[in-house]
Nanobody
Framework: QVQLVESGGGLVQPGGSLRLSCAASGSIASWYTMNWYRQAPGKQRESIASITPSGITNTAISVKGRFTISRDNAKNTVYLQMNSLKPEDTAVYFC?????????WGQGTQVTVSS
């Protein structure tokens, strides 16, 4: 069974930066595409970034140029570097991995952008 644990969220002022981490239990995480999603209050969960095992990335238009996804397969960890944060980036951020059609989710980490 796969467990995903996010960390790194918090309160940051507009224009600030945060780095989220998602640690996956077991080595199989290095075989799969990893994803970051976020869900703001009253809104649907949205996909914001993904990274394949070989490091090919895809980033949503809403965060392109500000957010960067990366991974360290040796540590079974995926990261989300978030720069130039805006109040509209406030949300719970989730790590995701899909294995054989089944979605594994972390518990989420809260990011609040406010002055």
């Amino acid at each position: 069974q796969v467990q995903l644990v996010e960390s790194g969220g918090g309160l940051v002022q507009p224009g600030g930066s945060l780095r989220l981490s998602c640690a996956a239990s077991g080595s199989i995480a290095s075989w799969y595409t990893m994803n970051w999603y976020r869900q703001a209050p009253g809104k649907q969960r949205e996909s914001i970034a993904s990274i394949t095992p070989s490091g090919i990335t895809n980033t949503a238009i809403s965060v392109k140029g500000r957010f960067t996804i990366s991974r360290d397969n040796a540590k079974n960890t995926v990261y989300l570097q978030m720069n130039s944060l805006k109040p509209e980036d406030t949300a719970v951020y989730f790590c995701n991995m899909r294995v054989s059609g089944y979605d594994y989710w972390g518990q989420g980490t809260q990011v609040t952008v406010s002055s």
